[in-house]
């Protein structure tokens, strides 16, 4: 090997990465203490950008294409060190290639509930979870901000940052939109945008993209869950009724599955369900009866009064019957004390009106010798 040839071998004129990973963002190409040949070649992909750090200073970015390490296309490099027009001599930097196509099915949920006021059922805790892609959408920056002087950079290393991003915009975001709890299901799909919307100024700060976000589910707890399918079977089952009806049929249809549980008491209990249920389908079906049969209505309840006291000029009230009988007992209400509720032609005797004058009628005797 000639003198020339050994100081050829000594400068790198070759600068390419292959990424053979899946979550690699960053690699630095290394040198092993070789400087690079003025007039290199460099070859960035498709999804790469090359990034050359010099003195520790950022300097050039390269996009992808093919090209020819000289002053022209490396002008901040240039004026970094101030070479002239026709400078050919070896350098010394470091390059960073970024990975900037997207890194897909992410995964981001809440740690702990998010406490929420539901329109319909008040304060509530809902979880969420869902998938995201990120990308790297300033490689100066990211490098810069994200990954220094780190030789190899994974998204691993990131992705929780991001998730904790995710995960207070999303509360945020959630709690200040009004959707009620039941229509959430219905509008993921805008949920997930605002929410990505809502963090894309904060990662843009880390040279970094969002471009979909997905809300997968959104749950309440357990106890929540179980209350509301209870009220969902009593709306499925209709009136109270006919609630009671069913859960009998299917305490029946358990009885019969174990004949053996319980002993006689089981199917006593069967019996007995069978003859109400029985007596109930006789009435019509889910205890509806046959025309012949027409129900009832039940009595209205009754109207209880209340009552004005007219006394010193001035009206008081209104009292209930039962305010009335111990204002009666106290003294404070007499036969004499004019009295008017509703539906009554003006003020009358207390002792006058019928339902009051009983109240007067049940006072104790007066006491042995008085």
Known sequence: MGIFDFLTGEFIDVIHWVDDTRDTMVWRFE???????????????EGQAAVFVHEGLLADVFTPGLYMLETNNMPILTTLNHWDHGFQSPFKSEIYFVNTTRFNDLKWGTKNPIMLRDPEFG????RAYGTYSVRVSDPAKFLSEIVGTDGEFTMDEISYQIRNIIVQEFSRVLASSGIPVLDMAANTADLGKLVATAISGTIAEYGLSIPELYIENISLPPAVEAALDKRTSTGIAGDLG??????AAEAMTEAARNPGGGGGMGAGLGMGMGMAMANQMQQGPWGARPASQPASPPPPPPVEHVWHIAKDGKTHGPYSKAAMG???????????????TAGQDGWMLAGDVTELAQLFTVLPPPPPGA
Do not use: C, N, Q
């Open 123 to 126: 304060p509530t805790r809902i």
């Open 242 to 247: 006919r609630f009671t009806e069913y859960s």
């Open 326 to 340: 111990r204002m009666a007992t106290e003294g404070k209400l007499t036969r004499d004390s004019h009295v008017w």
């Open 31 to 45: 040198r092993e203490g070789h400087e690079i040949k003025y007039g290199a070649k460099l070859t960035v992909r």
